[in-house]
């Protein structure tokens, strides 16, 4: 089979460039109808009939055709296997990557997971309790691919977080149970885990079963059919984010081996078709170098097929005039990782704004932070990253704000309160602050 792939060549100082960037960054969120209709009827029988309908689902889905839920869940003892039972290199490596990601986690909640108050100038106290989510459902998926980084990802937040309870829903089509998915439970602290999938693991999370706990809030990654099931059930429970097809921008100065870089562009675009991987850069040179690897690599790859779509239909190499123009456009596109390609990264990093994560220097390969290096792999995409932020142990957390008002704070916020009630037409509350002064005035009439 011959393939090939060539992203398309553009420059910010083409005329028609504007709109050709423009047509290569769209990319649609709408859900097809026919599986958002499906998601419904199956989110809604789960909900009526729990435990029966999520057998029947799995099932028609994964071919695990079992009697009771007890066949769908996993045990302790058989995670702890699991992990006793990997190869010595591989339980290292995953255990060196929970580590890592635990120890980053635990910064992340001292630096903004605790709770603080002061007292002000009249004694009264002011401040915010931060407390622990009862109960999280991770989704971890399955079926062509097994994801323990996606275990360790969301797990050990929630887990330093203080959550108590920990319930993991992972398919497992036709019953073929990924040891490292398993060992990766254990490792992170998973209390519960079950071998259900789909839409339908979401609804029994969401609503709860006789069997699944309902929790608090859906993490985790998914195809649509996940997806739509998690949109529908936010406000029933939360959810971390809705994830769009996988990103990866290359901001480089032509300074690191182009065959690095074509390699970090192969890193996202195998995920997926609709992967979109782009490089900025001011040198044309080097932007044939890093497509001269492209060709020389891509037969190499084992998901070439699906590499050379993700780049053919949605990758970009694009020509700015300076490293500070790419930085304006990476700040427009938003995307899920930066790659800060360059000598100099810590020069150009104050100018990045928006991006999941920021990748510093040519030896930062994206695929480290995806697995290892610490910070949280689930990451905003589709240009969310204007607004949105990584998974961490905040999402974990809720606040409540705390106010303990003196008497003497009383005297002064009771007649800042109430003239505003009035204002607003609201006796009883302005009458409930004035009850607390030491004086209390004649209660007023209201306002239209």
């Not at 809030?217 to 029933?236: C, D, E, H, L, M």
């Not at 142990?393 to 704070?409: C, H, M, N, T, W």
């Amino acid at each position: 089979m011959n393939l090939s792939a060539a992203p398309v060549r553009l420059s910010t100082s083409d005329p028609d460039f504007e709109t050709r960037f423009q047509a290569r960054l769209h990319w649609s969120a709408e859900t097809d109808g026919a599986i958002e209709q499906r998601v419904a009827d199956i989110l809604a029988d789960v909900k009526a009939r729990g435990d029966a309908a999520v057998l029947e689902y799995t099932a028609r889905f994964d071919a695990l055709d079992v009697t009771n839920m007890a066949a769908l869940e996993l045990s302790q003892d058989e995670l702890r296997a699991a992990l006793h039972a990997l190869p010595s290199a591989q339980r290292q490596a995953l255990e060196s990557a929970a580590r890592r990601v635990r120890s980053y986690h635990e910064a992340q909640k001292k630096a903004c997971g605790e709770s603080w108050s002061y007292r002000d100038e009249d004694g009264s106290l002011l401040g915010q309790k931060v407390t622990p989510l009862d109960r999280v459902g991770i989704y971890v998926p399955g079926g062509k691919a097994a994801y323990p980084s996606s275990v360790l990802m969301n797990a050990i937040p929630a887990h330093v977080a203080g959550v108590s309870e920990i319930i993991m829903v992972v398919p497992t089509p036709g019953g073929a149970k990924n040891p490292l998915v398993l060992a990766a439970a254990c490792v992170a602290g998973v209390t519960r885990a079950f071998t259900i999938g789909g839409a339908q693991a979401v609804a029994a999370l969401a609503y709860g079963t006789a069997t699944v706990p309902r929790v608090d809030k859906i993490t985790g990654p998914g195809n649509a059919y996940v997806a739509s099931a998690k949109k529908r059930v936010f406000g029933t429970v939360g959810i971390d984010m809705i994830a769009g097809p996988s990103e990866i921008l290359v901001l480089a100065d032509g300074s690191t081996p182009p065959e690095w870089v074509a390699m970090d562009l192969f890193s996202q675009a195998e995920h997926d078709e609709l992967a979109q991987s782009i490089l900025l850069c001011p040198d044309a040179a080097y932007i044939a170098a890093v497509q001269r690897e492209i060709d020389r690599l891509l037969p190499t790859m084992p998901r070439a097929p699906i590499i050379a779509k993700s780049l053919n239909d949605r990758g970009a190499l694009i020509q700015t005039r300076s490293m500070e123009e790419a930085c304006a456009i990476s700040n427009r596109i938003a995307p899920e990782h930066l790659e800060v390609s360059s000598r100099e990264p810590q020069r150009w990093e104050p100018l990045l704004k928006h991006a999941g994560a920021i990748f510093l220097g040519a030896y930062t390969s994206e695929s480290l932070g995806d697995y290892c290096a610490g910070p949280n792999h689930v990451l905003p995409t589709s240009g969310t990253a204007r607004f949105s932020s990584p998974l961490g142990v905040y999402d974990f957390q809720k606040r409540s704000s705390l106010i303990e008002v003196s008497e003497a704070g009383a005297q002064t916020l009771g007649l800042i309160a109430a003239e505003l009630a009035y204002g607003e037409g609201l006796q009883a509350h302005a009458r409930a602050a004035e009850m607390r002064l030491k004086t209390v005035p004649p209660m007023r009439g209201g306002h239209d």
